[in-house]
T-cell receptor, first 114, second 110 residues
């Protein structure tokens, strides 16, 4: 398995609080992605990174921000959590841009916003 | 807006049956089509398809892409209970972004 960890694995928080999820990789891959997955749906891209300090928005980026200060870490922040952000969040990495090679996924973080 | 549609949304079969899962896409700057298997945890990679008409095969699973008609199929022969999972299809673009379908939930009964 690719060396990807996510923390925390489970989190319960209240509406209006900020939340930060961490993705850590030991593969030295350049590209990192944050997705959310809701029941009965596939994965939707939130943000992605193509290098240290280089990030871009995905299709559902509103209410989320990201930072990548080191190759190995990609942080996802919910600035003020809402119940609609209750979801499972997956981090993914790839050595080459998505579309040339496959992405490897982390174990996921289950987030419940009350 | 890029779109990927999978059908059927769910499927129940018995061990030994053969199944065909469908994936159609409308994507700007298409680069490749990927299939993943998800078993209550992170998706795992199955196939990446970039050329039309070339079948990719791995054991009982195979997949093919039709870039003219904009679809792909995933076949599973002689299904086993361990094949029960959600199968995700994703299209990747030259911009480096992936668009996923909603998945097909396959249940294989003994």
């Amino acid at each position: 398995d690719a060396g990807i960890t996510q923390s925390p694995r489970h989190k319960v928080t209240e509406t209006g609080t900020p939340v930060t999820l961490r993705c850590h990789q030991t593969e030295n891959h350049r590209y990192m992605y944050w997705y959310r997955q809701d029941p009965g749906h596939g994965l939707r891209l939130i943000h992605y990174s193509y290098g240290v300090k280089d990030t871009d928005k995905g299709e559902v980026s509103d209410g989320y921000s990201v930072s990548r200060s080191k190759t190995e870490d990609f942080l996802l922040t919910l600035e003020s959590a809402t119940s609609s952000q209750t979801s499972v969040y997956f981090c993914a990495i790839s050595e080459v841009p998505s579309g040339i090679g496959t992405q490897y996924f982390g174990p996921g973080t289950r987030l419940l916003v009350l | 807006e890029d779109k990927v549609v999978q059908s059927p949304l769910s499927l129940v079969v018995h061990e030994g049956d053969t199944v065909t899962l469908n994936c159609s896409y409308e994507v700007t700057n298409f680069r490749s089509l990927l299939w993943y298997k998800q078993e209550k945890k992170a998706p795992t990679f199955l196939f990446m398809l970039t050329s039309s008409g070339i079948e990719k095969k791995s054991g009982r699973l195979s997949s093919i892409l039709d870039k003219k008609e904009l679809f792909s199929i995933l076949n599973i022969t002689a299904t086993q209970t361990g094949d029960s999972a959600v199968y995700l299809c994703a299209s990747d673009t030259n911009a480096g972004k992936s668009t996923f379908g909603d998945g097909t939930t396959l249940t294989v009964k003994p």
